[in-house]
């Protein structure tokens, strides 16, 4: 796969919900009642992040969910995407880029939704083939004001802003001509999931899907 085959395809996965959903699970055992009351709350495109050792257990059991489309997020190394794509993940998600790990993605067939902050960034993903990405720091980049700036020499790119993104704010970055859609953890807090308060996430992700 070519890097404008694979960053069409993570356009389209992205292009399923307004919210990305950022997981971290320290129990895998929390991964499919997650995953099913995030689907049923409306945002079926999930991105674990490879951050856990709960992690590649986790994309395994929310594979099953019907509905779900799961992904990989925090992909750093080629042995990350080779793990991801093993244990069953549709995409992957990078909070910066380098060619190797481009590469890696393009070998293993793993659309890739890679990491940008300023323009140069964007600029050469953009040479590679990349018109959507993720923009990461978002909040600490200059949050919306800077993706507009962005977007006014360069509005081929879509963003999909994460990192300081939360209810509050989703609308500011959903407004913008170069963002269809935004990540975050919001709608999975870590309490939650320890509670076990299922419902609560769907009514969380139901939120955030508007
Ligand atoms: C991440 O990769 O951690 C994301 O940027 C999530 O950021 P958030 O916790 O601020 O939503």
């Known amino acids: 796969m070519i890097p404008q085959d694979q960053s069409k395809a993570a356009r389209d ?31 079926p495109a999930l991105e674990v992040t490879l951050r856990t050792p709960a992690a590649l257990d986790s994309i395994r059991a929310m594979s099953e969910v019907e509905g779900g489309i799961v992904g990989a997020g925090t992909l750093l190394t080629p042995d990350d995407v080779r793990a991801a794509k093993a244990a069953g993940a549709r995409f992957g998600v990078s909070p910066g880029a380098t060619e190797t790990l481009v590469q890696a993605c393009i070998d293993e067939d793993l659309p890739l939704l890679p990491g940008a902050a300023t323009a140069t960034e964007a600029m050469a993903l953009l040479e590679m083939g990349f018109d959507m990405m993720k923009f990461f720091p978002a909040e600490a980049s200059g949050g919306a004001p800077a993706l507009k700036a962005i977007g006014a020499p ?42 076990g308060d299922w419902a609560g996430i769907e009514s969380l992700a139901r939120e955030a899907r508007g």
């Open 13 to 43: 996965i992205a292009g399923r919900a307004r919210v990305i959903p950022v997981l971290v699970l320290d129990d895998a055992g929390h991964a499919r009642p997650l995953a099913e009351a995030l689907v049923a709350g409306g945002l």
């Open 154 to 195: 360069i509005p081929q790119i879509s963003f999909c802003p994460t990192g300081g993104v939360s209810l509050a704010n989703m609308a500011d970055y959903l407004s913008l001509s170069n963002v269809s859609v935004v990540g975050g953890s919001w709608v999975a807090p870590k309490d939650k999931m320890v509670a």
